[in-house]
């Protein structure tokens, strides 16, 4: 397992930006998937993007595609979920996600990952 610590989250207008980080630990970052979620009060957790060991493919969720980019940088061991344009249907605990993986499978269900960061709050204003 790895151990993920997210950073970035908080407070914003709609039609702004976030940069929110997961720093990692404890895995060669290399060796590693990424995956970003988040869950708003009453709903489940659900899959924003996905970034593969080698940053060379990702995948979002419609709800984000063309607003999100999804990135990492391995000498760093830290992934990075860019955020523009929000709206308040945004506002969410997000969280990032690892799990042992390459360069081909993607993977956007949580059962998938084994290590989990603690989550940080967004919260989009109208």
């Known amino acids: 397992q790895e151990q993920l610590v997210e950073s970035g989250g908080g407070l914003v207008q709609a039609g702004g930006s976030l940069r929110l980080s997961c720093a990692a630990s404890?895995?060669?970052?290399?060796?590693?998937?990424m995956g970003w979620f988040r869950q708003a009060p009453g709903k489940e957790r659900e899959f924003v993007a996905y970034?593969?060991?080698?940053?060379?493919?990702?995948y979002y969720a419609d709800s984000v595609k063309g607003r999100f980019t999804i990135s990492r940088d391995n000498a760093k061991n830290t992934s990075y979920l860019q955020m523009n344009s929000l709206k308040p249907e945004d506002t969410a605990v997000y969280y990032c996600?690892?799990?042992?993986?390459?360069?081909?499978?993607?993977?956007?269900?949580?059962?998938?990952?084994?290590?989990w960061g603690q989550g940080t709050q967004v919260t989009v204003s109208s």
């Open positions: 996600a690892s799990r042992r993986g390459g360069t081909i499978a993607i993977f956007t269900t949580a059962r998938a990952y084994d290590s």
């Open positions: 970034i593969s060991s080698n940053g060379g493919r990702t």
């Open positions: 404890g895995r060669t970052f290399g060796n590693s998937v």
